[in-house]
């Protein structure tokens, strides 16, 4: 079950927030912003990393209504 904005790390909720705005609102984006931002913050090898990028792609594809085209 994915998780919603508030129970994801700080990391994510700021890969969200860079990617809603500025750039391209692409599934491969926001895959990258997420990488960065877990590196940084020495999460990479979270074991629930999975979990982060799954719930952070379903919030994404729902707030800004994202589909097929953008590679979600």
Known sequence: MPLNLNQLPN????ALE?????????????TA??????????LASDPDRRLYEESLVQIAKQRY???ASEGF
């Open 33 to 42: 912003l997420l990488d960065h931002y877990l590196n940084v913050t020495g």
């Open 65 to 67: 209504a994202l589909g």
């Open 11 to 14: 990391a994510a909720r700021c």
């Open 18 to 30: 860079v990617f809603a705005n500025s750039g391209e609102r692409t599934k491969s984006r926001l």
